[in-house]
């Protein structure tokens, strides 16, 4: 029952609370009733042992009636037995009884005044039977009366009430499931608007609520919460682009100085020095470029989009890895073509990330293929594919976060772990995605779709 929608566990709440409270009244109803038909027997019968002559021995009873001063008595459906003081059957309206219906302790206790009622069954039948003094010399009159009328009225009350209260539980379950829905409406809504919320735009609200009920107060709460996202986040990005641009030009001026330091160095030791250095401001320069792009494409401001051949954009990058590869003995193919709408340099700082990327992880004499594809009048995939060890399945979601380093076999050692975090915002920027798979006799395969961007045009 915890898998099952809330709507449906009310409903079933509701039909089953119904249902055990139906049970509960159906009982006592059913035993009252009975308790109610046994109370009308016992006084007819009571009625029936005030009735009897006083004086009768036994012998004058008749199976259908009774005479006393003159008037008759029916006995219909009615059993009357006159007991001796010695335990024996004196007279009785249905001969086909033998001895008497109650025990000897009720027959005694009878016999000194009391009236005693019993319910005894007879032949498989059960008798309401009624027991009090008779005249004189210790005789018992015993009535006794069938219970036909009890059991049928009782069965007739099932049979009418459980068809009845298992449509009524069926009901209760359906309007408990409506009522759930049209309850439960608002937070569907606000579901749906809180999944097409995502952190590219987070400018987007959940709908105003109607009433500052439990869902409306919580809408408000997410709605504020939203905003407080949208703040903090929006410091972070102006952060991350002013402080990149900040870092650029005196990084800049770093790199020419320690160059130019280098070429006027004698000192082999020196020069060794000052090419680690020139190497550690270079990959400091990577990572201000990195994030500065990050910046621009999580605030959508990329530099421009124009209709791009994504098959020329791409033999451009692979020539700049063609002797990397060449070196390696890694065969680097490129196949296919498209044209597409986008952002030229951010476009091809991604595919140089997936390609590099590939290439770094592909063994020697291994292979990298990169695949363009149109996928419609607006869109096309760029397919990576390499031959290396693949990534674990259970870190392929993680593998386009930022900073993140999911596993020493696809990240250089020293890198920040943005390469492929700029692959996946280039992507959401131009309104497509990223998609990474193993490959079945092993490597890895990296989709960058790419779509109409969002928003206008510069």
């Known amino acids: 029952?915890?898998?099952?929608?809330?709507?449906?566990?009310?409903?079933?709440?509701?039909?089953?609370?119904?249902?055990?409270?139906?049970?509960?009244?159906?009982?006592?109803?059913?035993?009252?009733?009975?308790?109610?038909?046994?109370?009308?027997?016992?006084?007819?019968?009571?009625?029936?042992?005030?009735?009897?002559?006083?004086?009768?021995?036994?012998?004058?009873?008749?199976?259908d009636r009774l005479d006393r001063d003159g008037a008759e008595i029916d006995l219909a459906d009615r059993l009357v037995q006159i007991v001796g003081d010695d335990g024996r059957?004196?007279?009785?309206?249905?001969?086909?009884?033998d001895g008497p219906l109650l025990g000897p302790a009720d027959l005694d206790r009878a016999r000194s005044g009391d009236a005693v009622l019993r319910t005894v069954v007879d032949d498989g039948e059960e008798l309401r039977a009624l027991?009090?003094?008779?005249?004189?010399?210790?005789?018992?009159?015993?009535?006794?009366?069938?219970?036909?009328?009890?059991?049928?009225?009782?069965?007739?009350?099932?049979?009418?009430?459980?068809?009845?209260?298992?449509?009524?539980?069926?009901?209760?379950?359906?309007l408990g499931y409506g009522i759930a829905r049209r309850g439960l409406r608002p937070v569907r809504r606000a579901t749906a608007e809180a999944q097409a919320i995502s952190a590219v735009?987070?400018?987007?609200?959940?709908?105003?609520?109607?009433?500052?009920?439990?869902?409306?107060?919580?809408?408000?709460?997410?709605?504020?919460?939203?905003?407080?996202?949208?703040?903090?986040?929006?410091?972070?990005?102006?952060?991350?682009?002013?402080?990149?641009?900040?870092?650029?030009?005196?990084?800049?001026?770093?790199t020419a100085e320690v160059e130019l330091a280098r070429e006027r160095a004698r000192d082999p030791d020196v020069r060794a020095g000052l090419d680690t250095a020139l190497e550690e401001a270079g990959r400091?320069?990577?990572?201000?470029?990195?994030?500065l792009v990050l910046a621009r494409a999580d605030s959508g401001h990329l530099e421009s989009f124009r209709p791009l051949d994504l098959d020329e954009l791409v033999e451009r990058v692979v020539v700049r890895f063609r002797s990397l590869a060449a070196r390696r003995g890694v065969d680097l193919h490129t196949r296919g073509a498209a044209?597409?709408?986008?952002?030229?340099?951010?476009?091809?700082?991604?595919?140089?990330?997936?390609?590099?990327?590939?290439?770094?992880?592909?063994?020697?004499?291994?292979?990298?293929?990169?695949?363009?594809?149109?996928?419609?009048?607006?869109?096309?995939?760029i397919v990576v594919h390499d031959t290396g060890p693949g990534v674990p399945a259970e870190r392929l979601p993680d593998l386009f976060d930022r900073f993140s380093r999911v596993d020493d076999a696809r990240h250089?050692?020293?890198?920040?772990?943005?390469?492929?975090?700029?692959?996946?915002?280039?992507?959401?920027?131009?309104?497509?995605?990223?998609?990474?798979?193993?490959?079945?006799?092993?490597?890895?395969?990296?989709?960058?779709?790419?779509?109409?961007?969002?928003?206008?045009h510069p």
């Open 339 to 381: 044209v597409v709408r986008g952002d030229p340099a951010g476009v091809e700082r991604a595919v140089s990330n997936l390609v590099d990327n590939a290439l770094r992880h592909t063994p020697d004499g291994g292979t990298v293929d990169v695949e363009v594809q149109a996928t419609g009048p607006e869109g096309a995939e």
């Open 284 to 291: 400091l320069s990577g990572l201000v470029d990195d994030l």
């Open 89 to 97: 059957v004196l007279g009785s309206t249905d001969d086909d009884i």
């Open 131 to 174: 027991a009090v003094p008779y005249g004189e010399a210790g005789r018992v009159a015993v009535l006794a009366a069938e219970l036909d009328e009890v059991d049928e009225a009782r069965e007739a009350l099932v049979a009418g009430y459980v068809p009845a209260a298992g449509l009524a539980t069926v009901l209760a379950g359906v």
């Open 1 to 63: 029952m915890p898998r099952l929608p809330i709507s449906v566990r009310l409903a079933l709440l509701s039909a089953a609370s119904l249902a055990a409270l139906l049970v509960l009244v159906g009982v006592v109803v059913h035993h009252q009733l009975g308790a109610a038909l046994r109370g009308g027997v016992d006084q007819r019968l009571a009625d029936l042992a005030a009735a009897l002559p006083g004086g009768s021995t036994g012998a004058d009873l008749d199976a």
């Open 201 to 254: 735009d987070l400018s987007r609200r959940l709908s105003s609520p109607t009433r500052l009920d439990e869902v409306g107060r919580l809408v408000q709460t997410l709605n504020g919460m939203l905003d407080r996202l949208a703040a903090a986040v929006a410091r972070e990005r102006t952060f991350t682009a002013d402080s990149s641009h900040e870092l650029r030009t005196p990084l800049a001026i770093l």
């Open 412 to 456: 250089e050692p020293g890198g920040a772990g943005l390469g492929l975090a700029i692959v996946a915002a280039v992507a959401t920027a131009h309104g497509g995605r990223v998609i990474a798979t193993n490959r079945a006799p092993g490597g890895l395969t990296v989709t960058l779709a790419l779509g109409p961007p969002d928003g206008p």
